[in-house]
Structures are given as C-alpha cells and as structure tokens.
C-alpha cells in the first residue's frame, strides 16, 4: 500500500492542478501528438497524401485522436485521382480551414474580404484501397527500459484491467475490461509510455467494479462531447498526478498540457473544468495507490 503521506499526495495534487490551470491559461496552444511510432514514422504529424502539407492547429488533434496508425488522409477526390477509393461504408473525419468570402459593398463599391470557416471530410490511408504507402525511413528502436517508481504504481494497483500490446494504439475498452498500448519500444521515451499508460489506466477506474463513473460503453463513441471531454480530462488529470508522484513529471508536463488545451477548449469555464476533473482524478488516483474506494 502507499498510504503513508496522503497529506503530502493531496499537496501533489493540488501543486499539479495549478501548475495546468497557469499553463492553459499562459501557454499559446501546442499541437498535440502521439509519443509513440506508428508505422516507421517517429511522431510524424497528420499529413495530406497528396498535397504533401501537414495539418495544423486544432485539425492535428481531431486527426491524431482518430486511432489510425498511418499519419496519411485523403478527401474522396484526391483518393480518386490517386488511382484508389474510399473503402464502402467508411466515415470521413472533419477538418477546418478558413476561407475568404469577397462581397462588394453597396455604399463604398469596394470589395470587403469576410473570412469564415469551412469544413472538408478527409479520410486516412488506412480508409482506402489502391493507394501505396510513401516509402518511410526505418528508425532504430529505443529501448525502454522500466522506472522502478512507476512499476511500484502498476503492481500496486491490484484490480487493474487487463493490459496487451494487440494494435498500436493507446485505448481503454470498457466493455470487456482492456488497455490496450503500442509495443513499448515505438515509444520516444520510457516516460512517455507511463504517461499514456497511466491515462489509459484512468479510464479503467470507470468500470463498475472500481469507482464506476457510469461512462457506459457508449459514451466513449461520442467523440467531442462534452461527457467524452471530461472523461479525457479526468485520465490526463489523473496520469499527471501519477507522473508527479513517480517523479516523471519535468518530462511529461508539457506534453500533457498540449493534450488536455484541447479538450479544455470546448468550455468556457476552463479553471472551473480543470478543478473539477481534477477532483475526480484525485479519487482516481487514490483507488489506483491504494487499492480501494476513498471516503467522501
């Protein structure tokens, strides 16, 4: 058990939710990305296949959120024009962009220039059929070796859900109890793989037999909802906590303030949205350290 300095934790706690309030609030924007390999392409960005340019903005974290492996996406047309197609029946992924409107103005005769966002469906590699992969350098692995501090967290946590490396992807599945995380060696760093480890974790911690937050099977399909937006909130909140506990954090504070300006966005009362998760993941954290249900 890690009962000894509960005074000590809740002090690490709340350090770490001010220190992400500050960041969010002081910080300009980053885009968020993997810090894990997919494919042969070390943290590669979101990418167009056929302009060759890569997303910016708030498009690399709707992108990168996808699950797909390959950084490559397509429009319908430029799939076609490629020699490939769209596979039957798959779903498009949106992306904005601004565009210009010119309106001549009645009264002075000049031409105003209004810009507006735009959306386009774009569809990633993996969606199509007849289209070839760029040729990709291949990267020599890093190796990942354990941290004892965050190992001594995993072992502690002794209802945890099952773990496999069966796709290269980070996910939590609710309804048969699964992490599932990219093998260890695609990673940038052993600190990088705990911090999506512990977020995935998190998420376990809304089964029913553990703190059962009632995020239902269902809820995790809703991406961008308000109720998916804070689910992600509480598992960063709550691997940043386990990170500064382990003694981590210098290395994966950043990366999880460019992930969690993005789903912080979305609300208005953003400090406001930060304690609050922020409070759901203390509890989180405590079953995890602990091994069982904190007292109100």
Known sequence: MMSEG????????EVVTQRVIDAIENTKSLPWRRPWRTHNLKGALPTN???????HGVNVFLLSMMGFQSPYWLTFKQAKALGGSVRKGEKG??????????????????????PFIKHSMVFNLEQCEGIEPPLEDETTPIEINPIDACENILKNFSNKPKIVEREQQAYYRISDDTVNMPKAESFESAEARYDTLFHELLHSTAHPSRLDRKIGASLL????SESYSKEELIAQM?????CAIAGIDAVTFDDS?????????????????????????QKAVDYILNGKKQRA
């Open 221 to 224: 399909n809703f991406f961008g």
């Open 49 to 55: 296949l056929s302009s060759k340019k890569q997303y």
């Open 6 to 13: 509960a005074v000590k934790n809740m002090n690490t706690y």
């Open 257 to 281: 303030v460019s992930y969690l300006q993005g789903w912080v966005s979305a609300f208005k009362e953003k400090p406001k949205m930060i304690v609050e998760a922020a409070s759901q993941a």
């Open 238 to 242: 709550g691997s940043s906590f386990l």
């Open 93 to 114: 992924t949106p992306v904005v962009y601004w565009s210009i409107l010119e309106k001549k103005n009645a009264e002075t005769n000049e031409v105003e220039k209004i």
